[in-house]
């Protein structure tokens, strides 16, 4: 049986690279677009997906609140797999409910993990109205907690050495064939974290920014914004290189909204 799935995301970028990514999973029937919250409660009524992917930060009505529009009109709820270019404590709070959610850029691999769950919930008939109205209460009542003390040191291995270097001092990373290289001011060697994911949960989401699904940044380390071709940009890091490190589509809202350009 088909799923038949919604994609709702205020940037068209990211919900052209979603549907593209979605295309190379045949159970996947993608039935509509919505670019914000207002459409996405409409779409959602219409259509009666099984699944929507939903974009958490869009102006007007958000990811939540499309969620609490739906709870409070008795909509028959879908499965939700939340979208979030990065917010710890969102990401937190679904894993707590057992929502689903992928982080901006897209990777196919995570997408693939979160399709594998939802089909499972879909095949057994698993209602999800109890774990989103948990979440919808969680987040009304809570708001964002301060977060845990981090590790303030990160080990790098270079030229048979392991050294620590503070966390404030990593300018950036940077993932090639599943190797992480960590790059400070005065060097750079591989680091003993394993994905982009786990490293960017040691770091300060208020800090550290994945710009492009291939590096993460330190945003008080960037020297130069270039604008680039089709409306993108490239950073200039403040390396002794001046690394630069491109900007994905999907990413120039929340570069704008950092840097307040």
């Known amino acids: 049986m088909p799923i038949n799935t919604l994609i709702i995301d205020d940037e068209r970028p990211a919900r052209d690279e979603l549907t593209y990514l979605l295309k190379g999973f045949p159970e996947i029937n993608v039935i509509a ?3 914000n919250g207002i ?7 219409e259509h009666e997906p099984d699944l929507v992917f939903l974009d958490v930060q869009m102006p007007g009505l958000d990811g939540f609140g499309v969620i609490k529009k739906l ?17 710890h404590y969102a990401v937190k709070a679904f894993e707590v409910s057992a929502v689903d959610y992928v982080l901006k850029p897209f990777d196919k691999a995570r997408i693939a993990r979160a399709i594998e769950r939802v089909k499972k919930m ?3 008939n698993t209602s999800p109205v109890d774990r989103l109205e948990t979440l919808v209460g969680q987040l009304g009542a809570a708001g964002p907690q301060p977060r845990a003390a981090q590790p303030v040191k990160l080990l790098v291995k270079s030229q048979a050495r392991m050294i620590l270097i503070d966390a404030d001092d990593m ?3 940077s993932i090639q064939d599943g190797a992480i290289t960590i790059f400070a001011r005065d060097m750079e060697g591989a680091s003993n974290y394993r994905t982009v994911e786990e490293l960017m949960e040691a770091l300060d989401p208020g800090v550290f920014w994945r710009p492009h699904r291939s590096y993460l940044v330190n945003i008080n380390h960037i020297k130069e914004v270039v604008p680039w071709f089709k409306s993108s940009y490239m950073l200039k890091m403040n390396d002794k290189r001046a690394s630069e490190i491109p900007v994905s589509r999907a990413q120039t809202k929340r570069l704008r909204e950092l840097l307040k350009l």
Request: cysteine-free; charged content about 25%.
């Open 33 to 35: 677009h919505g670019k």
């Open 39 to 45: 459409e996405a409660v409409a779409l959602i009524k």
């Open 71 to 87: 709870v409070e009109r008795k909509v028959r709820l879908p499965q939700i797999v939340f979208a979030t270019a990065y917010d």
């Open 122 to 124: 879909v095949e057994a």
């Open 171 to 173: 300018i950036y990373a």
